[in-house]
């Protein structure tokens, strides 16, 4: 690659010339910092691989009978309705219309201070622990392998009492990226129990008419 | 004194190791295109704070594009020679009586998603020009009298029961057209969906904890 630089000698005797520059450019460190930005290009591409989200959804049973679905307790549960262009309703409770009056729904959004303020304060609980665990790991107090510490995450989800039950309820007019965010804003703040289930048609009724 | 004159020699550069480099840069944007898998349609998928990545091989993957159009693809399996798409394109023709030549099906399983109605799945792969090729991806159809996807991913299963199944949608997709797929699915008995992300880091911290009141 290297080339070698001759140096011209007079041809034409007795006539002197002036030392002569060659205009050739050696490119070999060109191609060394070629190779080295190309091998970078190739490591860094082999981790931008798409990363995914894995959500296990309960099994459709044909047969269901309405006696054995899971009981839930009214004051635990969080309903979250999504209606598309970033608008967030939730309510507390159940709607249930032989009871009335209907919660009323509160209007919120996707920002660090709409729903994810509201899930951390009824999350505190175990939110608190988890993140406690999980600095006590990084500033070196307790040292256990990753899969160790998933485990140990995941059983404190599992025991949790009182953190609160989310129900995801989605509409015609949502999104895609209302249900990928509000999944997300449940790993984010670490909610134990959250599952998607339909709209009913009193919820319907009820984003309505919600304030807008 | 009469000013000495140098005389005009043209600079000529050698391009030898220029040409090196190209050559370098060249086959490794071959390679890295044969690894990226060509897109039908522009899919935008959101983000997420998720860091799993997604599994090399095994796996189903539905398109869902902006305008709610559904593309299938299926990788042949960690060993190539398993040939499952192949096996997948042959029992799909089985079920809806066409019958695919030999040539036909080795092409299939070099070929990437696709998203049309079986009958023109034919005339894709011996499209000659990828301009054709793409004019019949018009969706798979799941309208409930012919639901081509149903099948697919019912024999997709059969084919290779240990596929995963990955869901990429485009951001912007109605939920309604993701949670029809989502239903399909489960009425196959899959019911861990992986949703290809982008990551997008976000951190919350017990000091982003709202105080007590």
Known sequence: MAELIVEEKGKKGGKRRPKKHSTRIDMTPMVDLMCLLITFFMLTTAFSKPKVMVITMPEKDKKEDPKNAPKISAERTLNILLTGEDVVYYYMGIADPKKPPLPTLVKTDFSKDGIRKILLIKNRDLFTRIAEYRDQRITGKLVVADTTADNEIKKMKKEDKKGPIVLIKADSKAKYKDIVNIIDEMAICNIASYAIVDLSPVELEMIKNAPK | MPKIKAPVRTPHI????????????????????????????????????????????????????????????????????????????????????????????????????????????KSWINASESKDRDLLQIGVPTDSTDNQLAWWVRLARLTNPGAEVALKADAETPYMTVKKVMDLLQENKVNKFNLVTNLMKEEVTLKDLPPKQ
């Open chain 2, 14 to 121: 050698d391009m030898t190791p220029m040409v090196d480099l190209f050559s370098v840069l060249l086959i490794f944007l071959l390679l890295t295109a044969s690894f990226r898998p060509s897109e039908v349609k522009p899919i935008e998928a959101p983000t997420s704070v998720s860091e799993k990545q997604a599994p090399d091989n095994d796996i189903m993957t539905i398109l869902i594009s902006k305008d709610s159009l559904i593309f299938f693809n299926i990788d042949n399996g960690k060993d190539t020679s398993t040939h499952f798409r192949s096996k997948l394109l042959q029992k799909m023709g089985e079920q809806y009586k066409i019958t695919f030549t030999p040539a036909e099906l080795n092409r299939f399983g070099k070929m990437a998603a696709f998203g049309m109605p079986i009958k023109d799945v």
